[in-house]
Every structure is written in structure tokens, then in C-alpha cells.
């Protein structure tokens, strides 16, 4: 098969490569880079360059910083490469000094707002709020196409706080996502529904709506959101509050009232005067304390929530009684919920949730940059313990990352082996030695996984309810005797790689669970 030389490729072909780096992102991720590849493309050869300048596509990506404003004439011939594409915005402060943050962002504003009607996409990321306040006040009129609005501020900023308002003629009708990061204060949340009718995605990271500002009045938010029709994803972020007390009583009852509680869930229909958000799927809570979470769980019921997701999440004090109170609220408000997902949780909180919320609510527990080892200990555990009926394993997924290799050490022994390598320092062959011994380990590290996750499935043989999937992904080796007794044990079985960059340095188990038995 013979080849083409890239000289050779047409305009067209051409055209979609470029377009699938610059515009797709697919060689690169940062916006401001993606336009400095622009520029390189066009600066290869003539061809590239008339291709680069005729390809309106390419020029529909917007990058301004305002240390470095283009001048009008720049400006006008980008605006007219660009055609009648829609317009990827990204505005950021980059070098400017504080003191001139608010002139050069009026004067980008005065360059975008006469092509407000092609915007598609607009994120805002400036280091004072009162400049994205003033910013965001220049916004007028229908940006009939614009799908993203991406608002942040620095929050060690010393301005004081300015509440953004968004101008009354400012409407999107095709906005999806709202995202809005260190905005302390949103006017007009009750209006939210009349501007962006068909927002499905909502960020408030740090930043609140004025009507339900804090955690003390997540239950006022709710009534905003009842109107958004389409909201499917919710991901929230709190300020740092002192810790709320004034619930502990209801977690108390929740908690205990939920102890012998096997009944099915009620319908959502059936629990009284709670906001009803009916298509939300999606709940992200970030740094959110879990009194915090069981308040907002209290304010509203969701029937088609399938996940929730739970980032540095705080058990505080009482993880386990937390947790109690948090499955008899899930139980009762979300009854389509399929999977709890924990992000850098803390152990005890990890082994707490893996001890309760898989005991019924939900079937699927998610843990990212979990300690595999003691998970799968746990999990082992529990799978030969008799007594009441409960959820049996059905199928598991590790994650064990090269950065976060399985079978690590606890604190305590590190410590300890530090304080011998110190009174070793003046061995000439204590480097040596301590290269072997991490060669030892990395070797006992690849051979340890493959029986612990064999034990675990060994265990949910012998208690009648065997594994119907197992997929590890590691570098680690699967010793052929353990690979074989898989393939013939375990319908569904993979050992392999990890295959994005992400999964390779982090440490994460995926449990499902089948029905009580």
C-alpha cells in the first residue's frame, strides 16, 4: 500500500486534522495553547497557511488575556475569518495588574458583545469579583446559540464581595451548562429558569444564588431549582462553615429508625412537601461534611438520581451513625440511586460506607483513591460472614496505579523504616540495599494482588454466590496459576493495563451488588 506525503493531502484533509487539534482538543488540552497552535500551523508554509486562514472553524476559538489585548484591526480580521461559526470564548487575566483588571476587561467586553449572537461558548476567569461583576453586567440581549457559561474569581482576592447580576434583557435559551466558581453571590436565581430554560447542568462551587446563600439554607435552593426542567447534573461546593449541629437530633432518629427498617422505599410521591426535581441524575458534592450532605438530602427528593458523587468528603465526628441517617434519607427521597461514588475519602469513612451504604442503598460503590489492600480485606470479609440476609458481591473493579502501587506500607512502618535507613546513612552499601528491597517489594507487589482479589472470589464461591466479574487493571503480573483459575471461575474476567493516563497513578475498587441473600 503505497503512502501520501502530507505536501500532497488536499485542503479538505488537512482542514479536519487541524481542525481535530485546535478545535477538538484532541492533541491538546489548554485552550491558550490550542490557539498558539494555530498560529504554528499557519506558519509551516504557504499551503498550511492559506488552509489555516480560509478555515473558519479554526478562528471560531477565541482566547483573550487581558494583559495582552489584540488590537481592533486583529480583532476585525479574526471576527472575519471566523464567518458565522459559533464562538468558543475564554477571557482570563493573565498578566494584567489588579488595578487595571477592570479596564482591559470592558475593553474586551466592548470587542465580544457586538457578536453576542454567536457566542457558544463564554468562560470568565478573572482575579477580582468586582470586575467580573462589572464584566458580566455588559451582557444584554438574546445570545440565541450560546450552549456554556463558565464564571470564576480568585477567592484570596481582597476586593469585597460584589453580588454578579445578570442584566434583565440577558437571556440564553439554548444554555446548558452554568458553572460558577468563587462567585460569592448570584442575583436572580428565582429568574434562573426564565433566562436558561433548557440548563440541564449546574455548578455552584464556592458560590451561592442570593435568595439561599450557605449549607443553613441549602433547603431554600431548592425551590429554584424545582423550575429548571431539564437539570440533570447538581454539583456543589460549600464555603467553609463551622460545623452545624441543629440536625443531630433528626440524624439520631433517621439513623435509628432506619436500623430495622426493611421495608421497600416509598415513592417519592409519598414524601410530603419536598421539592421535587424530577429529571436530576447527577448529584457532586465536593468538601462537604456529612451533617451538611444529610441537610440537603433532607430539602428535596430527586426520583431518577442514579449517582452520587462525593468528593474530599468530611465524616467528621460519628461517621457511622452520619451514615445511617444518610442511607435512611436516600432510601426514602431517591429510590432510582445506583451508585455511590467516594473520592479521596478518608479510611475510616470508606470502610464505614463500604459497611453500611452497600448493605441495600445503592448496588454500586465507587472508591477513588482507595486503599485496595485493606478494601479488599474488608470486603473479604464480610463475604464469609453469616447472619441476616444481605446484598451479595456480584462483580469487582481495582484500579491499582504505578504511583500507588497495592500492598503499601501503613504511616507507622514507614516511619519506622526511615528512622533505620537514617542510622544507616554512613553504609557505604545502604543504597544498594535499599534498591534491592524496593526491588523485593515491587516483585511481592505484583504477586500479592492477584491472590488477595483470588481469595475474595474463593470467598463468594464458598458462600454460594460467585463472582460474575472481575477486571483488574494494573501493571502488576497475574501469576499463570491465579490467571487460570480466573478464566475457568469467573464468567467475565480482565487483567490488563491501565489505558488513560488518570487510572495510572491512582488507586480506586468498583464493588456491585446483586440482591440479599
Known sequence: MGTTKVANLPPNVLREIFARGAIYGMTVDDKAERVQLRATLSAVCRQWRDVVTNASLLWSLVYISLGRLPSREAWDLHMTRSGTQGL?????????????EKSQALRAMALLLPHIKRW????????????????????????????EIFLSSEPDCESDSAAVTLDPGFVAPQLRVFALYDIPVVRGGKDLHLRFPALDE???????????????????????????????????????????????????????????????APSPSSVPYLP?????????????PLPALNKLLRAFTAPALSTLELVSCDPADGAARQLRSTRALLRRGFPALHTLRFENAPRALTLAAMRLMADGV??????????????LAFVT???????????????????????????????????????DDE?????????????????????EEKNTLAPAIRKLAEACTAAHHPLESIIAHTKAECPEGDRTWFEKNVPKFSWAPPTDSRAAYLNSVTLEYGPKA
Open 202 to 264: 449546574l455548578s455552584l462551587v464556592r458560590s451561592t444564588f442570593e435568595e439561599a446563600p450557605g449549607v443553613a439554607n441549602w433547603a431554600r435552593l431548592m425551590p429554584l431549582l424545582v423550575k429548571l426542567k431539564h437539570l440533570r447534573l447538581l454539583n456543589l461546593c460549600p464555603e467553609d462553615e463551622d460545623e452545624d449541629d441543629e440536625d443531630e437530633d433528626e440524624d439520631e432518629a433517621e439513623a435509628d429508625s432506619d436500623e430495622e427498617d426493611e421495608s421497600p
Open 120 to 147: 457558544k461558548l463564554i468562560h470568565l476567569s478573572l482575579q477580582d469579583i468586582v470586575v467580573v461583576r462589572d464584566a458580566v453586567a455588559q451582557w444584554k440581549g438574546a445570545a440565541d446559540v450560546l450552549d
Open 88 to 100: 468558543d470564548i475564554t477571557v482570563r487575566a493573565g498578566s494584567v495588574a489588579l488595578e487595571q
Open 423 to 443: 542510622e544507616d546513612d554512613e553504609d557505604e552499601d545502604a543504597d544498594e540495599e535499599a534498591e534491592e528491597k524496593e526491588k523485593e517489594n515491587g516483585k
Open 362 to 375: 445503592p448496588p454500586r460503590l465507587e472508591l477513588e483513591e482507595a486503599d485496595v489492600d485493606k478494601v
Open 381 to 419: 470479609k464480610r463475604a464469609v460472614q453469616g447472619g441476616r440476609p444481605r446484598p451479595r458481591l456480584r462483580s469487582l473493579e481495582v484500579r491499582v496505579g504505578e504511583a500507588a502501587r497495592f500492598g503499601r506500607k501503613d504511616e507507622d512502618e514507614e516511619d519506622e523504616d526511615e528512622d
Open 276 to 288: 421535587y426535581l424530577p429529571t436530576l441524575s447527577k448529584l457532586v458534592l465536593h468538601n462537604t
